[in-house]
């Protein structure tokens, strides 16, 4: 009887086994998807969407990022932000959009006492990096180009969403307009009801849900000494964004040395922390765009000194020694795809 018992103990096991063995995975080729690439905001936007609706989730979507790249690109001569570039002196009324990004800018210029300041327009115009006019400029032409950039000298009025500049500032919110466009995105997913999506605005990734066959998805970091494509790591998230911003985004190279687009207000040059890559895994975009930036500047240590003040934000850094420090929260999900970086304590 004992015996009998055990024989079908085994059976159960073997049949319960297979039952889930065989239980097929979902196939994510079957669900209705679509995906899209396009260039807009002066970088790559890539998306994928599950759901019926997929196609004109993306559309409307890039024509959301259209219409945001349109309000707040300084090279667009006619955009809310150059308007208020063009009219120093005056409060110049603008969009809702471009106000909120300009206030969120100005909340993090406070938050790294100036180190991040979207003031910094003149000297990215100096420096020109990704542009054809990029050189390295004369110590006198930084130094006075230096005295143009003092967010203080930004004033905001609320209740009319008017900005007013001080001749010969110059506005430049491109360090946090990307993640103001992301969380866009999202809301759009999010009303069509879209439970599974994928939005990558040139290293500016954020995603709704999980994938359909309910794993996570899985988002690179880039390696920031190669071209794009080259992943140290890969993180596993739903609902999440990671922001990384890196020295290999926009640079060019003179006599050995790597001159960036992140600039730091206090030397008035590519900011030299000791950083050359970061990136904010938090839940919106906006405050993690403009993170990624302010770390970048402020160094390993300010740096995350800043982000365990935040809640619910962890942050991954790369030194230029390919040493890797980041927040206790993602110690156990990150695996080294490459054996150069090296984690380290603080
Ligand atoms: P990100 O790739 O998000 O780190 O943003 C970099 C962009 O932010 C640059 O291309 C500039 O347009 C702008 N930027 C550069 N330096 C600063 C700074 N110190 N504070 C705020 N924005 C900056
Ligand atoms: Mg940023």
């Given at each position: 009887m004992?015996?009998?018992?055990?024989?079908?103990?085994?059976?159960?096991?073997?049949?319960?086994?297979?039952?889930?063995?065989?239980?097929?995975?979902?196939?994510?080729?079957?669900?209705?998807?679509?995906?899209?690439?396009?260039?807009?905001?002066?970088?790559?936007i890539?998306?994928?969407?599950y759901?019926?609706?997929?196609?004109?989730?993306?559309?409307?979507?890039?024509?959301?990022?259209?219409?945001?790249?349109?309000?707040?690109?300084?090279?667009?001569?006619?955009?809310?932000?150059?308007?208020?570039?063009?009219?120093?002196?005056?409060?110049?009324?603008?969009?809702?959009d471009?106000?909120?990004?300009?206030?969120?800018?100005?909340?993090?210029?406070?938050?790294?006492?100036?180190?991040?300041?979207?003031?910094?327009?003149?000297?990215?115009?100096?420096?020109?990096?990704?542009?054809?006019?990029?050189?390295?400029?004369?110590?006198?032409?930084?130094?006075?180009?230096?005295?143009?950039?003092?967010?203080?000298?930004?004033?905001?009025?609320?209740?009319?969403?008017?900005?007013?500049?001080?001749?010969?500032?110059?506005?430049?919110?491109?360090?946090?307009?990307?993640?103001?466009?992301?969380?866009?995105?999202?809301?759009?997913?999010?009303?069509?009801?879209?439970?599974?999506?994928?939005?990558?605005?040139?290293?500016?990734?954020?995603?709704?849900?999980?994938?359909?066959?309910s794993?996570?998805?899985?988002?690179?970091?880039?390696?920031?000494?190669?071209?794009?494509?080259?992943?140290?790591?890969?993180i596993?998230?739903?609902?999440?964004?990671i922001?990384?911003?890196?020295?290999?985004?926009?640079?060019?190279?003179?006599?050995?040395?790597?001159?960036?687009?992140?600039?730091?207000?206090?030397?008035?040059?590519?900011?030299?922390?000791?950083?050359?890559?970061?990136?904010?895994?938090?839940?919106?975009?906006?405050?993690?765009?403009?993170?990624?930036?302010s770390?970048?500047?402020?160094?390993?240590?300010?740096?995350?000194?800043?982000?365990?003040?935040?809640?619910?934000?962890?942050v991954?850094?790369?030194?230029?020694?390919?040493?890797?420090?980041?927040?206790?929260?993602?110690?156990?999900?990150?695996?080294?795809?490459?054996?150069?970086?090296?984690?380290?304590?603080?």
């Amino acid at each position: 009887m004992k015996y009998m018992k055990k024989i079908s103990l085994v059976i159960i096991v073997i049949v319960l086994f297979l039952i889930t063995g065989c239980q097929k995975k979902t196939d994510l080729s079957k669900i209705p998807q679509d995906t899209g690439t396009t260039f807009l905001m002066d970088t790559l936007i890539q998306m994928k969407v599950y759901g019926e609706n997929a196609d004109d989730v993306i559309k409307e979507s890039f024509a959301r990022l259209r219409e945001i790249e349109n309000e707040m690109s300084v090279s667009i001569t006619d955009s809310q932000i150059s308007k208020v570039n063009n009219n120093p002196g005056k409060y110049v009324k603008i969009d809702r959009d471009t106000f909120l990004v300009i206030k969120k800018a100005l909340e993090y210029a406070e938050l790294t006492n100036g180190r991040f300041d979207p003031s910094i327009g003149p000297l990215v115009k100096l420096w020109g990096i990704g542009t054809k006019y990029v050189r390295v400029p004369a110590d006198d032409e930084i130094t006075q180009t230096r005295k143009k950039v003092n967010y203080k000298w930004v004033e905001i009025n609320e209740e009319e969403y008017s900005v007013k500049v001080r001749e010969g500032m110059m506005l430049d919110i491109g360090a946090i307009a990307k993640g103001y466009a992301a969380d866009e995105v999202r809301k759009i997913v999010i009303n069509n009801n879209v439970k599974s999506a994928y939005v990558n605005l040139g290293g500016n990734v954020l995603v709704v849900g999980g994938k359909p066959d309910s794993t996570p998805w899985r988002v690179g970091i880039q390696d920031p000494r190669y071209n794009r494509g080259n992943v140290m790591t890969s993180i596993d998230v739903r609902d999440k964004t990671i922001v990384t911003s890196g020295n290999y985004e926009r640079y060019f190279e003179q006599d050995g040395i790597i001159y960036h687009h992140i600039i730091d207000p206090m030397s008035g040059r590519p900011s030299r922390s000791g950083i050359i890559s970061v990136s904010i895994i938090t839940n919106n975009s906006f405050d993690a765009d403009a993170l990624s930036t302010s770390v970048f500047i402020l160094g390993p240590e300010k740096g995350l000194e800043l982000v365990n003040k935040l809640k619910g934000v962890e942050v991954l850094i790369i030194k230029e020694n390919l040493d890797i420090i980041m927040t206790d929260g993602l110690k156990s999900k990150v695996k080294l795809l490459n054996d150069d970086f090296k984690i380290v304590g603080k």
